[in-house]
């Protein structure tokens, strides 16, 4: 597997998938998710060019940034869910956070950062397909939630993040999108900031190039760059996973 040859392709789809839909491709950010994948291939990565990388679990993203310590350029982002008890190393190895979700979460993550003298980009995780089993808030809920957060200082609030339905229902999956655009321009209007609403960072390798027609700003790309995700039981070891 050549993964420079991977991200060059992704890459250049996101470009057409941005011509098709008259948008700068300049305004797509492909942020490749190396969940599961060894610091080796995360390196290849990084050699092509890549500097913030995606990993959904916080213990990984703690092993990895260790790994990577000497590495000042190379950021990761934590995409996935966060149990409260896991604010601290958020706070110490993120410098994005995309599954903001509970007011619980931002007061643990404010505390942290606010210690250690830091700030987080955060995106509000909306759950755009109502499915029980997707984290995030429900659409209605995010206007109260966004005010809510304009108290704390160490968040630096850029937008909003979702998981599409999984379908091969391209209508259905579109629906989520248009949820998550209609929902974007609505807090910009309200809120009188709109460059806190600015992002969306919505898409995966099945159904990035549609999001991207719906104003996906950040595209999080996993498998099509790294290829299949590795068996929790052989991929590279992190204890506690
Ligand atoms: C794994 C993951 C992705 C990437 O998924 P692929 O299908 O591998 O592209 C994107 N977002 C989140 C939250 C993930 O956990």
């Known amino acids: 597997m050549d993964i420079a040859e991977n991200l060059a392709e992704v890459r250049r789809r996101v470009d057409v998938a941005c011509a098709a839909a008259g948008r700068d491709p300049a305004t797509v950010r492909l942020l490749p998710v190396s969940k599961t994948k060894p610091p080796p291939v995360i390196r290849e990565a990084y050699d092509a060019g890549f500097r913030l990388f995606g990993e959904n679990k916080v213990q990984e993203a703690v092993a990895k940034a260790a790994v990577f310590a000497d590495v000042p350029d190379l950021r990761w982002a934590v995409i996935g869910h966060l149990q409260t008890n896991k604010a601290k190393q958020v706070a110490e190895v993120a ?46 809920q995010v206007p109260t939630f966004a005010a809510e957060l304009e108290r704390f200082a160490t968040l630096r609030v850029r937008g909003l993040m979702t998981l599409a339905v999984f379908s091969d229902d391209s209508a259905l999956v579109g629906a989520c999108f248009d949820r998550m655009r ?38 999080r790309v996993g498998q099509a760059i790294f290829g299949d995700r590795l068996d929790p039981n052989d991929y590279w070891p992190v204890s506690g996973r």
Do not use: C
């Open 95 to 140: 410098a994005e956070f995309h599954a903001l979700d509970s007011l619980r979460l931002a007061e643990a993550l404010d505390r942290r950062l606010s210690a250690l003298d830091r700030t987080l980009d955060v995106f509000v995780q909306v759950n755009s397909s109502g499915e029980d089993s997707k984290f995030g808030l429900p659409p209605d």
């Open 182 to 219: 209609d929902l974007q321009a609505r807090l910009q209007d309200t809120d009188g900031q709109p460059e806190r609403w600015a992002e969306l960072s919505m898409g995966m390798s099945g159904d990035y190039e549609q999001a991207i027609g719906y104003g996906a700003t950040t595209v």
